[in-house]
């Protein structure tokens, strides 16, 4: 079983950065691909980002790619989102996800453990 626990989230203004954490629990967090998902206020939960177990591959959504960078720790059991240049349509819920196979993309099937989710809020 693993745990994950988002953090840093808030509020900020458009055009700044923000730097998501999500600590994992679990022996085996370093096998896992983890990933980042959203949702905003009356909308579908949506793929932002993914990396392998390994970090060799990175995936990202359409709407981040070049602003968002997606990072991991596997000796502190912890994966980042590092968002720039934020937006206004960046505003949403934002989950941390892991999945038990190394590899895994833009699908929540792909996915086995989601976290509470921490809120990202940016004005205009």
């Known amino acids: 079983q693993v745990q994950l626990v988002e953090s840093g989230g808030g509020l900020v203004q458009a055009g700044g950065s923000l730097r998501l954490s999500c600590a994992a629990s679990?022996?085996?967090?370093?096998?896992?691909?983890m990933g980042w998902f959203r949702q905003a206020p009356g909308k579908e939960r949506e793929f932002v980002a993914a990396i392998s177990w390994s970090a060799d591959r990175t995936y990202y959504a359409d709407s981040v790619k070049s602003r968002f960078s997606i990072s991991r720790d596997n000796a502190k059991n912890a994966v980042y989102l590092h968002m720039n240049s934020l937006k206004p349509e960046d505003t949403a819920v934002y989950f941390c996800t892991g999945g038990r196979g190394g590899y895994a993309y833009d699908s929540p099937h792909d996915y086995d453990y989601w976290g509470q989710g921490t809120q990202v809020t940016v004005s205009s």
């Open positions: 679990g022996r085996t967090f370093s096998s896992y691909a």
